[in-house]
């Protein structure tokens, strides 16, 4: 007779729910027959300009050294890092994706008898990373998608650790400027780690966004975390990063895994982080994508949350996961978020113009078909 291990796990992790990734090109070709270079995927906010040139003549290189252990204190990516953040190295956290920033915080910080808050229609890993250290999650209603700052503070207390804030947010994209989080990090009380969650701030342009990293100096209980996957179109690598005071830096050093990002991973990141015109490039597509899915939007009706991300979630005016199985079936794979909140909404990754046009297209077909 075997055991349950399900029932053997600790309570925060029964509670769970596996992570749903967006789904592969390949998996719903051979699902529906489908030719895999005929598929759209706009569903994990993912570059569709592809990486850097500079980024896969890096990785060429670094890929004669496979049989060595990485750098595992990161050297060269923290030194650039340092630099173009205006921090020192021993600020900066190398994380496996700024996912694993999250779970080195909760690990580090959260317990059972400890809770973090975060906002409703947040990033699902916070609750993932809260509940499976057994810590309580504190979900704050949105105000109009977005985060309620005031009703997240009010939230805080003795036995909070962790706060958890987004900017902009997955999925609803939504955002908040510079004068809201001076005025929250103000009152936040020192006991609580305040995680900025900025993994698509390179997307913002002319200040539109308040850059975490000012706010650095003054608020010693604040952490960025920041990632290579989105604008700067290493998703595959798994590269991301933490600046913080050195006090917690130190801390989540102490729980890191070794050798957590890996060689090529470094060596792309490094040259990526150089590709000026490469950034110029992602921020000019997505921009003019975005514009594009507005106006197809706007001709179909439909309404949709304002973003300062590399997607756009749109209100599809009836449950969403109907809308996303007849998208599938025309090769077109987006994101339903119902698992956020958000039956009617689909999330849709800002892709090239082809590839926007098809997805309108597909929409089209699908909604006239009821």
């Known amino acids: 007779m075997s055991s349950d291990f399900l029932a053997l796990a600790q309570p925060g992790v029964q509670k769970l729910s596996p992570y749903v990734p967006g789904k592969p090109v390949d998996e719903l070709a051979r699902e529906l027959n489908l030719d895999p270079a005929s598929i759209v995927k706009l569903a994990s906010n993912e570059n569709p300009l592809g990486p850097s040139p500079k980024a896969l003549a890096a990785i060429a290189q670094a890929a004669a050294e496979l049989t060595r252990y990485p750098d595992g204190n990161g050297f060269e990516l923290k030194a650039a890092l340092a630099e ?129 990293l000012k706010f650095l100096a003054d608020h010693p209980n604040l952490l960025v975390s920041r990632t290579f996957s989105k604008a700067y179109g290493l998703a595959a690598l798994r590269v991301g990063y933490g600046l913080s005071s050195p006090a917690i830096a130190d801390v989540l050093n102490r729980v890191r895994q070794p050798f957590n990002v890996n060689s090529l991973a470094q060596a792309a990141a490094c040259a990526a982080l150089a590709d000026t015109e490469y950034m110029v490039a992602s921020r000019a597509l997505n921009d003019a994508g975005m514009q594009q899915l507005e106006q197809g939007f706007r001709e179909l009706g439909l309404s949709w949350i304002d973003s300062k991300g590399n997607f756009i979630a749109v209100d599809v005016g009836r449950e969403g996961l109907p809308v996303y199985q007849g998208l599938l079936r025309e090769g077109v794979i987006v994101r339903p978020v119902a698992n956020y909140g958000m039956p009617n909404f689909l999330r849709v990754t800002i892709g090239t113009e082809a590839e926007n046009t098809r997805f309108l297209k597909a929409l089209t077909k699908v909604l006239a078909s009821g």
């Open 84 to 212: 173009r953040c205006g921090v020192k190295a021993n600020q900066v956290t190398l994380g496996n994706g700024s996912n694993d920033i999250l779970e080195l915080v909760a690990r580090a910080y959260l317990a059972p008898g400890l809770n973090a808050v975060f906002s409703e229609h947040a990033f699902a890993v916070y609750p993932i990373a809260t509940q499976a250290v057994g810590a309580q999650a504190k979900v704050v209603p949105a105000k109009a998608w977005g985060h309620d700052l005031d009703a997240m503070l009010a939230a805080v207390d003795d036995n909070t650790r962790v706060v958890f804030i987004a900017n902009p947010n997955n999925p609803t994209g939504t955002w908040f400027y510079a004068d809201a989080l001076a005025r929250f990090l103000a009152k936040v009380p020192d006991h609580a780690l305040v995680v900025l969650d900025e993994a698509y701030i390179e997307y913002a342009t002319g200040g539109e966004l308040p850059d975490g």
